[in-house]
């Protein structure tokens, strides 16, 4: 599949790490280094604009190495890009370490996954199909 795509960013296109990769890794496009403390939240630009098919998403997902490195994460896990956005993918990370981050321009701060979804149509009913799980919910199934 081919994605349209505007660069306004120095760094190179997203690009897959392996062959088998699914994300592809996103990087800040920022003037300056930009200073994190605990708990604080950023909006990170890409400088990257992306035209999806109608039928398809983007999801904006944390990368583990920063998560496990560093304690950043992105905040609306994952994020959301719709086929009629057209603006610049942001990136909202937030900084769960109790340690100042510092992000660099060019650092790889999240991956991209392009993803196939339905519209759907809602059919109201009176009643659902009974199933062995029924209603059980959160913890339903034990921790065995």
Not at 19 to 35: C, F, H, P, Q, Y
């Amino acid at each position: 599949m081919k994605i349209r795509i505007v660069s306004e960013s120095k760094h190179q296109l997203p690009a897959y790490s392996t062959t088998s990769s699914a994300g592809m890794d996103l990087r800040a496009n920022i003037k300056e280094a930009v200073s994190l403390k605990a708990l604080e939240r950023v909006l990170i630009p890409t400088g990257l604009y992306i035209e999806l098919p109608v039928g398809y998403e983007a999801q904006i997902r944390p990368r583990s190495g920063l998560a496990l490195k560093k304690g950043l994460t992105v905040l609306n896990t994952p994020g959301t890009i719709d086929a009629d956005y057209r603006g610049e993918i942001g990136v909202i990370l937030i900084n769960l370490s109790n340690e100042e981050v510092i992000i660099e321009d060019g650092e790889r701060v999240c991956q991209m996954i392009i993803s196939r979804h339905e519209s759907i149509e809602w059919n109201k009913v009176d009643s659902l199909e009974v199933t062995e799980r029924g209603s059980g919910g959160f913890g339903h199934t034990g921790t065995e």
